[in-house]
């Protein structure tokens, strides 16, 4: 008796890390991997477990996008596709029901991921499970924000409220003093746009907060990431610590450490999820303030450090593939085996290359002492064995060529921001 063909898996956004870390994952177990990308320098497109390449309009342009994926599916139907950025998975659960005809999907409703991705709902939702968060404010108007500029301890925080078809995909900036806040507010609305699209399905989005700063965010931030199934009782994490991202104020996680879950913060994640209706991957980032853990972000997606899970047992592509594929058993026994995974002493994340670039540039220019320099590569060295890279892979070195060329084009093209974020860690 011939065992069942697997079916395939559509990948996008070949230029992210889960996409690559979802790429190796899936196909050392021989599931055939389709990857859609516009882009040529882009590691995942590369990996030698790419079964088939397909190129595809930019995700940047949404609309030529979704109708493309549509065309795609009505060809070649069976598919299991699923989302790796904000914009795809708000985009997917928009489109669920048409893309639901072509493809096997776990794709919760519009209204659970917009919950989660728009900053404003997703507090609301946190108090309604215990969840903590930062002080933050919702300004609906200019004299809205006189009022928090008159109440709020400076400096603050200036952020959108969600990335969805965000095309500056700034994380935010700090504001020093209240007379500041409305200039910088008029603009964030002037230079950040919007897609029409977002705008069109909720008119507010482009409005950002003010969030209270807090020192710890720098080196504090805590990481739980995991599954949960559709009924909120399959539910599996794993604990990481933040220690360096860039900028170091308010930036990409560069540099993790493997850390226990807290089973109380837990159990309100899984709440939050069987109350709003989410089921899929999760990674959630809180602040942790004195004794309380603060809820910053809530990523309902595949995420740029998840191929760490998949080193400490907890294969989160094959935990969506079986479950979009209906696979009840085999998620189950899944499951069973990351519940049941002991590591073998502690493990790290880390980007060498950008880890390595951020050292010396930090270095020379003086926003990192040579003891501060030192400290990091003594960090690297004693977890070494057990370190986890976002593109190194011994078995799998075309995307790590890839990922040279194209940060080296990247910061070819944009000094300015290698100066910034690199140098002078802004």
């Not at 959630?284 to 899970?309: A, H, K, T, Y």
Request: glycine share 6%; aromatic share 12%.
């Amino acid at each position: 008796m011939t065992t069942p063909a697997r079916p395939p898996i559509l990948l996008t956004m070949a230029d992210y890390y889960g996409t690559l870390a979802a790429v190796r994952s899936l196909g050392r177990l021989g599931i055939p991997i389709t990857m859609a990308e516009s882009k040529l320098l882009a590691p995942a497109r590369w990996s030698r477990y790419v079964t088939r390449r397909v190129s595809c309009p930019s995700v940047g342009d949404s609309d030529a996008f979704m109708e493309w994926l549509v065309r795609f599916g009505e060809r070649e139907p069976g598919h299991v596709l699923y989302p790796t950025s904000d914009d795809m998975a708000w985009l997917f659960a928009l489109h669920r029901e048409e893309l639901a005809r072509h493809f096997q999907m776990y794709q919760p409703d519009v209204s659970a991921i917009y919950g989660l991705l728009n900053k404003r709902r997703l507090h609301d939702l946190c108090e309604g499970v215990g969840l903590d968060v930062p002080d933050t404010w919702f300004p609906e108007n200019e004299a809205a924000v006189e009022r928090v500029a008159a109440q709020a301890r400076f400096p603050v925080l200036l952020k959108p409220q969600t990335q969805i078809l965000f095309e500056s995909h700034v994380k935010g900036a700090q504001v020093e003093r209240a007379s500041e806040l409305l200039p910088r507010y008029r603009e964030f609305l002037e230079r950040n746009q919007y897609g029409r699209k977002l705008l069109a399905y909720d008119s507010r989005a482009n409005r950002p907060m003010v969030q209270a700063f807090y020192t710890e965010a720098a080196q504090n931030i805590f990481s739980m990431s995991g599954f949960v199934d559709r009924t909120g009782e399959l539910f599996v994490a794993r604990g990481a610590l933040k220690v360096l991202q860039r900028p170091r104020k308010l930036g990409i996680g560069l540099c993790f450490e493997e850390v226990p879950v807290d089973t109380e913060l837990a159990e309100k994640v899984r709440q939050l999820c069987k109350k709003l209706g989410y089921h899929g991957t999760f990674e959630v980032e809180f602040i942790r303030v004195g004794g309380r853990q603060l809820l910053i972000d809530f990523n309902p997606r595949f995420f740029s450090q998840m191929g760490f899970d998949v080193a400490r047992g907890m294969p989160l592509p094959l935990f969506v593939y079986e479950a979009a594929s209906g696979n009840e058993e085999r998620l189950a026994q899944v499951a069973r085996e990351a519940l049941a995974w002991k590591g073998t002493g502690q493990y790290i994340y880390c980007h060498r290359g950008i880890f390595e670039l951020l050292l010396r540039a930090q270095g020379l220019s003086g926003r990192l002492s040579s003891q501060e320099v030192r400290q990091w590569r003594e960090w690297y060295a004693r977890h070494s064995e057990r370190a986890v890279d976002a593109v190194i892979d011994i078995g799998d070195w075309v995307p790590w060529v890839v990922d040279v060329a194209m940060h080296l084009r990247f910061y070819a093209r944009h000094p300015k921001s290698f100066i910034r974020t690199m140098v002078l860690d802004k």
